[in-house]
């Protein structure tokens, strides 16, 4: 075992595969903020009219953009949000006029337990509904299971989750509202920029958690669930391909001829072998719910990421943008470097 762990640190090691690697991030990072930056200046909007326009008129809106440097040359503006972004400093959101950093640490948690939560049930279940159609290819349950995930691939988020809270909300009742917590709630706990469901175990007394647990989750499952639906499709669609081609393998042929039953060879022979694809479509569904989050926040008025980011496109709050977007492109980065690390750690051919 020492041997192992020696030999992993010996490759993971290498001065120039780990400069490498983090050269390769900075870049990724550089070349999404520069093509987001090129972006928000080239809509042609006008960033101080949104701000100044109620209170002055465009003479003095013209003389407020020379000190702020909107009149300078793009690629000076572009180098000075760089200079202050390596200082901490994302900018003030013209929006809720507070800083983008305290904004996005406001917003993130409801995006992180949105996502994580429609992960977990999106991966369990596309592996159930791969293996469920990888049992008999061709028969009836494959073609319901390839129906259901042709479904969730196709059909837009925000479609499935305006259905979700007519059907679900407005004729069963059987969740809670748009939001995460109803307004009896919010106020005296004091959750919703954090995780309501962790942190409602903190108040006092054991009444008031349950119902809070309880009133977090009503408001959690059904945007989860609309999330973790469309996620499950892609994973099973990704899953049932990996399954069906290990299933022509000579292991496999000879796992039947010594008469292992069909679910047992799909669990101990087949998911062991196929495992560096989950941890890759794991983590690249994880990283795609970052994005399609925004929709579903919008829709059930989460107070996430996605919605702030919305608010801000409407507003044409171009450092909320910024702010936002490159939150979403290291959250993808590092969930695809993550998946690096795991696939190098489970495949003894990548070291």
Wanted: charged share 10%; proline share 5%; hydrophobic share 50%.
């Amino acid at each position: 075992m020492s041997s192992f762990y020696q030999q992993i640190w010996g490759t993971a090691a290498r001065p120039g595969k780990v400069l490498g690697g983090v050269v390769s991030l900075c870049l990724t990072l550089l070349g999404l903020l520069f093509f987001t930056f090129l972006l928000t200046h080239l809509a042609s909007v006008d960033q101080v009219f949104p701000v100044t326009a109620r209170y002055v008129g465009d003479t003095i809106s013209g003389q407020i953009s020379q000190p702020l440097g909107l009149s300078q040359p793009l690629w000076r503006q572009f180098w000075s949000y760089l200079f202050a972004l390596m200082q901490g400093d994302l900018g003030v959101s013209r929006t809720t006029s507070q800083p983008v950093l305290d904004d996005l640490l406001r917003t993130f948690p409801a995006t992180f337990e949105l996502a994580t939560s429609a992960i977990v049930l999106g991966f369990f279940g596309g592996i159930t509904l791969a293996l469920l159609s990888a049992l008999k290819p061709g028969g009836v349950l494959d073609y319901l299971v390839r129906c259901v995930a042709l479904l969730g691939y196709s059909v837009p988020v925000f479609w499935i989750s305006l259905l979700g809270l007519l059907l679900f909300y407005a004729v069963l009742h059987w969740s809670a509202g748009p939001g995460r917590l109803d307004d009896i709630y919010q106020y005296p706990a004091e959750l919703p920029s954090s995780l309501t469901l962790f942190n409602s175990w903190n108040l006092n007394s054991w009444n008031h958690r349950l119902a809070m647990f309880r009133n977090a989750l009503a408001h959690l499952w059904l945007p989860a669930s609309v999330l973790g639906f469309v996620s499950m499709s892609s994973i099973a669609r990704m899953l049932r391909t990996a399954i069906l081609e290990e299933c022509g393998k000579e292991y496999v042929t000879l796992a039947h001829a010594m008469g292992a039953s069909p679910l047992r060879i799909l669990l101990f022979h087949i998911l062991p072998n196929i495992r560096m694809v989950m941890v890759t479509v794991l983590m690249l569904s994880y990283a795609s719910l970052l994005e399609g989050a925004i929709l579903v926040e919008t829709v059930f008025s989460w107070p996430g990421v996605g919605r702030y980011l919305t608010a801000a496109l409407f507003s044409a709050d171009i450092p909320a943008v910024l702010g936002a977007t490159l939150l979403i492109g290291v959250c993808f980065i590092v969930l695809n470097a993550l998946a690096d690390v795991l696939i190098f750690l489970l495949d003894p051919r990548t070291r």
